[in-house]
């Protein structure tokens, strides 16, 4: 009777740390805040806690309770209608040389204003020394007007930060395309950032 209660343990012991490893990675830790932009709550269109906006001119970024993959919330991030114009949000973290980063977004075009045009988006991870300067760049595929308005797509974008690296900006970007002014909006949810 004690081995099979033993038994029984170590089976709901692995399917448990199976289902941790498979969600992010063995050995992954967390690093990021505000993931899921559920902060602050109910308040649409203002900035997620923990996310620094930046943009060329507007800055058409907001929490949105429209649609989500998880949640009640995610960010909606709206192109500028100008030629060349980027924006986005990012969350500036300390790192450790030589450890390795990952950063995973969930994307979906906005099905009520969908990208047109030239618009495209990414994530990426900007090392920087201790001093601020951009030492590397690591990008991850990019999303355009074809993006999906039915399902979210994730990407994902992994670096070794430099020898030198003293903190990363994780960024979620949008561009308008210089072909002429675009328009429409995606949204962003489930943003892990870990560290191996």
Known sequence: MRANSISHKLAVTAVILLALG???????????FNG????PQGVTGELPVDWAPFSSKDINIGI??????SGTQALEISAQGRQGSHLGVFQNLRVEPKKRYTFQAHVINSRSAPLNGNVYGMIGIEFRDSSGH???RQISPQWNRYLSKMK??????EARAPKNAAVAHFVIYLIDG???PSKGSVLVDDVVITRK
Do not use: A, H, K, L
């Open 64 to 69: 949105s309770t429209n649609i989500q993959r």
């Open 36 to 39: 899921g932009f559920e902060r």
């Open 152 to 157: 979210w797509e994730r990407f994902e974008v």
């Open 134 to 136: 951009e030492i590397s």
């Open 178 to 180: 210089d072909d002429g």
């Open 22 to 32: 498979t969600s992010r990675g063995w050995g992954d830790i967390p690093i990021g």
